[in-house]
Structure formats: structure tokens, C-alpha cells
């Protein structure tokens, strides 16, 4: 089975622009969870989606969202990019969530903004 | 949830038997001890996870005190691949969860 995977894998952006990342889950996994992973910060929960919903949410502003298509793959948009956003970005996938089973990370997308 | 604790980093050499300490005097009755790892530039991995059995699998093998208060991970033969950072986390099985890292340790295998 193909690995979770995540594209881009590097993004460079300014302050102010808006970004939007993806990510395809391992095949048959219906949960997908996004988090933000910085050396001060270590690793926070974004939000987690599940059959196109999201089910968790973490405590991150609003300027930072996601969505859920019906084939499972999923999209975190981030707009008016700070500097402090500014990240690994990464994706994991389960099968039914982010509780009860071991979670599958992707590689991650690189975000710096400059 | 439960606060783990361990050590800022250590080295093993190759070949031999790596032991990864965790603190976690405060977890709960229904918290698992999970561990991941993350080598550079790369995403978080599972390796085990466990409730109060030892646990073996085919990357390690995870032994839990008896008063669940602490637990070791064994790599039982380290190979420069397994340089990473290694993370362990206590965590519900509740539908609430948000999976989050500490500083973790930073392991280092040496030729």
C-alpha cells in the first residue's frame, strides 16, 4: 500500500498570502488529522476530518482551515499568512481516527514565510 | 492527560541494544503508553504502544513497570537508521484525543 503523501513538500510564501496544502491518506483510511509541528511549539493538533467532517479541532485561529472530499483526500488552507505560521505542516491518516488507532504520518509540507 | 518525561538525548552504538526511559507517574487507568519516532525531515512514525502488558513488535519491544508509572523502549539491535527522535506519549482512547509531541529524546547511533 502506498504511504500517505503530501504535496507540496516545500512552499515559500510572504506575509499576507494565502496557502493551501494537501493530503492523500493511506488507501481505505477514512480519518485524516493535520498538525503544525515547530521547534518552540513541537507538535499541535490542527483539526482531524472524518467522512468529510471535521470531528476535532485544535486551538488555532480561524485564519487556518480544512476540508475533506468524498475519496478521503484533504486540504488545510491557511490565509493571511504570519510569520509565526511558519512550519512542518503534516498529515496523518487511520483508519477510523485519530483515538483509537495508530496514526500514519505523511512526509510533511515545509512552509516557510518570509 | 498524563505529562511524560525523558531524558534530553543519548548514544548507542551500533549492533548493540538501545534502552529509551519515560517517565509517567501521573497517567490514568485507561491511558495507553505510545511510542513514535521522527528522523530528520521526515513525519512522525509509530512504533508500539502498550496498556500494562510488555509489548514486542518487529521494530521494539516496550516493558511497563507493574505500577505503570514508568516505561523502557528496547531497540534490540540499533542500526544508524533508527537515529531519530523518539517520542513518548500516554494518551485516552477517548474520541476527544489530540495527539501531541514533547521535546522527546534524541537518539543517536554511532558506527
Known amino acids: 500500500k502506498a504511504g500517505v503523501t503530501q504535496t507540496p513538500r516545500y512552499l515559500i510564501k510572504t506575509r499576507g498570502q494565502q496557502v493551501t496544502l494537501s493530503c492523500s491518506p493511506i488507501s481505505g483510511h477514512r480519518s485524516v488529522s493535520w498538525y503544525q509541528q515547530t521547534p518552540g511549539q513541537g507538535l499541535q493538533f490542527l483539526f482531524e476530518?472524518?467522512?468529510?467532517?471535521?470531528?476535532n479541532k485544535g486551538n488555532f485561529p480561524g485564519r487556518f482551515s480544512g476540508r475533506q472530499f468524498s475519496n478521503s483526500r484533504s486540504e488545510m488552507n491557511v490565509s493571511t499568512l504570519e510569520l509565526g505560521d511558519s512550519a512542518l505542516y503534516l498529515c496523518?491518516?487511520?483508519?477510523?481516527?485519530?483515538?483509537?488507532?495508530?496514526?500514519?504520518f505523511g512526509p510533511g509540507t515545509r512552509l516557510t514565510v518570509l | 492527560d498524563a505529562k511524560t518525561t525523558q531524558p534530553t538525548s543519548m548514544d548507542c552504538a551500533e549492533g548493540r541494544a538501545a534502552n529509551l526511559p519515560c517517565n509517567h507517574s501521573?497517567?490514568?487507568?485507561?491511558?495507553?503508553v505510545y511510542w513514535y519516532r521522527q528522523i530528520h525531515s521526515q513525519g512522525p512514525q509509530y512504533i508500539i504502544h502498550?496498556?500494562?502488558n510488555n509489548e514486542t513488535n518487529e521494530m521494539a519491544s516496550l516493558i511497563i513497570t507493574e505500577d505503570r508509572k514508568s516505561s523502557t523502549l528496547i531497540l534490540p539491535h540499533a542500526t544508524l537508521r533508527d537515529t531519530a527522535v523518539y517520542y513518548c506519549i500516554v494518551r485516552p482512547t477517548s474520541n476527544d484525543y489530540k495527539l501531541s509531541f514533547g521535546a522527546g529524546t534524541t537518539v543517536t547511533v554511532r558506527a
Open positions: 496523518a491518516s487511520s483508519l477510523f481516527g485519530s483515538s483509537n488507532n495508530e496514526q500514519f
Open positions: 476530518y472524518f467522512s468529510e467532517t471535521q470531528r
Open positions: 501521573t497517567i490514568s487507568g485507561n491511558e495507553y
Open positions: 502498550g496498556l500494562k
